[in-house]
């Protein structure tokens, strides 16, 4: 099995994700929803976004995306990690390879952090 292209739009609100050959196949909530006390990530996206106001004070739901740029870059990993995982574009020997859009006014450091988040994910190349 080839890997697949898949193009990633990090957004403060939404994330999209677009496979190639099938066009958007993820748009879900940037939102994950962490135990405070283990820093465990318990759910990722529409799920964390209906426990938002309905949590005990252990769980709390968090925006790593601030201004189209990465506030939070474990919980942006995670949470592309899970998206990635969802959309199952892994092959048996190969991982996908991923092109993510960010804003134009963003700084190295911030672009550098956004391309760490996607290759800690778990891709084979980054574009």
């Known amino acids: 099995m080839f890997a697949r292209d898949i193009g990633i739009d990090l957004g403060t609100a939404n994330v999209l994700i677009h496979v190639k050959g099938k066009g958007i196949v993820l748009d879900e909530p940037s939102v994950v929803a962490m135990d405070k006390n283990s820093g465990k990530v318990l759910e990722v996206g529409m ?3 209906r426990m ?3 949590t ?3 769980i709390e739901a968090i925006r790593p995306l ?4 990465i506030a939070d870059f474990d919980v942006t ?3 592309l ?3 990635i995982g969802k959309i199952n574009v892994k092959g048996m020997f190969s991982k996908p390879r991923i092109l993510v859009c960010c804003p134009t006014n ?3 450091v911030e672009q550098k952090a956004i391309r760490e988040a996607a290759e800690k994910a778990e891709v084979r190349k980054f574009t």
């Open 47 to 49: 799920a964390a976004r």
């Open 52 to 54: 938002v106001g309905r």
């Open 56 to 58: 005990p004070g252990n």
């Open 66 to 69: 601030k201004d189209g740029v």
């Open 77 to 79: 990993e995670a949470m």
């Open 81 to 83: 990690r899970y998206f």
């Open 106 to 108: 963003i700084t190295k």
